[in-house]
């Protein structure tokens, strides 16, 4: 039996590298449309992060995503990733 290989993604905080499904992925589009993309699938530049609230707050904190995506990331971005952490606990 052929043995499914598992996509591997780093985070952008942490660099550590993690299963795909592990991470939670933000897309900004060419539009400037930023939103936090479940699926893993949607359009645009993507970076990845653990679901961790400490993760969370050194990526904002040290802006890590606005340097990668090359946007300014509202609030609401953060603030729904930290509701994400609550709901996965």
């Known amino acids: 039996m052929k043995v499914k290989k598992i ?3 780093t985070c952008v905080v942490t660099k550590e590298q993690r299963p ?7 897309v900004a589009t060419k539009e400037g449309k ?4 479940l ?6 530049r993507g970076a990845y992060l653990m679901l961790d609230k400490s993760v969370i707050e050194k990526a904002i904190k040290t802006k890590v995503l606005d340097k990668k995506l090359e946007v300014n990331i509202p609030n609401e971005i953060y603030e729904e990733l930290l509701e994400l952490v609550k709901n996965a606990k």
Not at 34 to 37: G, N
Not at 39 to 44: E, I, P, Q, R
């Open 39 to 44: 699926t893993g699938k949607a359009n645009g």
């Open 7 to 9: 996509p591997m993604r």
């Open 20 to 26: 795909k499904q592990d991470l939670v992925r933000v």
């Open 34 to 37: 930023i939103s936090v993309d």
